[in-house]
């Protein structure tokens, strides 16, 4: 049951204004925390696993460990091997074991022969003591009740239900949650660097992958031999000036939301919906699945708020996935349950969504007023129509809408980076920018390469997230400077987007392998962040 907002929302507010975003001076570190000694052994497939301890402290570095899950490939050309390439998953929530494991085989080859293929699951995540804010049940409940459209009140009962969050989360997570913000993270990764007798780190991180590395370049801007940061986080908006972070990713997916109703609306007979007027079916749909939810073949409920859920994630794929949108759209009007966006999200997907909500809650300083929260989310809602209001208005889950949890979360951000992102005097690093990004907006990608003491811009123009295994041009220009550290000439672009196929396909045209069509089949959100 909800605690009144008066009692729980106005209170945890106070804690924010009392100090949580406050930046408090780190006591003097004694001794540097012990390298972890990593035992491996073979864990199938050729991989080999083994845990890590690290500090859950840094201010007490020589106190407390906590144990992170790593695995490993060997290079295939031991003779030419030049070091362990580090991979990190989007998120915050994905798991850096699956993203391995999942993805090794469609690396390029020259990759693959030239490093050990290294990841791990961070602090909080996966098999890294995975913290639990809401239980299964608890969460099924939130989401099978949001709504499409959210009615006009949708506001204050929003606040409670993310005061009841923070409390769950402080409740079953308490003594991890001030532990798992990216500073901390980035320091993880220098131990396990040292761990693996690497001199300087070689990485690749998509999506919030590329924020831990910009902050471990910040941090350690010597230790960096190549780091590629592809759909990247603009970090000085993203830790402290949250609210435009939010906002510009708002605006980005509906965007991307409204490129592709115009192309369904331009060729109805490739797309299959809308009956002429796509805009006015959508809204529509939305309507209607809140008024009369599907049920699945699992026996829960599909309404407007699963719709746009799953639209959110899958509309990262970009334009080839366009014809398979509109047929499950088509479906859905249909009321058939076999369409994939009308999955509701599924425990799998807590065990991503629950760390993704706390950590940005520990990495961002939102101001404490509950005055400004709720002219921010409403502002949201309405500059963002399409998908907009059921995130602004729904229960904690992913990124953009984490406003009225974050706001509200009384606990210490211990483990917050707060700048700068400089990275004076690192080698250069690639960051990667997609001009269509519905999740990470490509003015992000500018601003960080501009942010970055040598950073170094590609563009992909395209639509979808990221660009590395979506493009060739880009997958090309990766490959080439992880392995022989050549940088693209300032200005380079890659335009090779895969366009629509005149009808959904079933295997992957060049460029790509429907990535995003096929988790939302599987109905596994923690796959956002494979290479596939």
Known sequence: MLRPLKTVGAAAIALVI???????????????????????????????????????????????????AVIRKKATDQAERKGTLFLQPGGPGNSGVDFVRNNYADLPADLRDSFDVFGYDVRGVGRSSPLQCWDDPTYTAAVTAAKGIPGPDAYEPAVRQAAAFDQACQDNAGALLPYVGTEYVARDIDLLRQALGEEQLTYYGRSFGSYIGT???????????????????????YANEPYAYDRIQYLALDGAMSRFLDWCAADQATCGFGDGDPRAAFEKLKADLDANPVVTASGGRANGYTLVYRLMFNINEGKVIWPALGEAMRKAQLRDNTSFLLRPPSPASFDFLGPNVVVECVDKDYPGSATRLKREVTTNARLAPLLGPAMAFGPPTYDHQHATACVQWPGAQVSRYGGPFEAEGSAPILVLGTTGDPDTPYRDAVALSRELDNGRLLTFKAEGHTAFGRSACATDAVTAYLVDLKVPKRGASCADETQPPSSTPTVAPSGTTLSELRNGVSDRVERIGTLR
Do not use: H, K, M
């Open 215 to 237: 902050v471990y370049a910040s941090l350690f801007p010597e230790r960096v031999r190549a780091l590629a940061l592809d759909g990247a986080y603009d970090p000085e908006r």
């Open 18 to 68: 009392a100090g949580a975003g406050a930046v408090q001076a780190a006591p003097a570190r004694t001794a540097p925390a012990p390298v972890p000694t990593l035992a491996w052994a073979d864990c199938q497939g050729g991989f080999e696993c083994a845990n890590a301890a690290v500090p859950l402290d840094y201010d007490d570095p020589q106190g407390t460990t906590i144990t992170l």
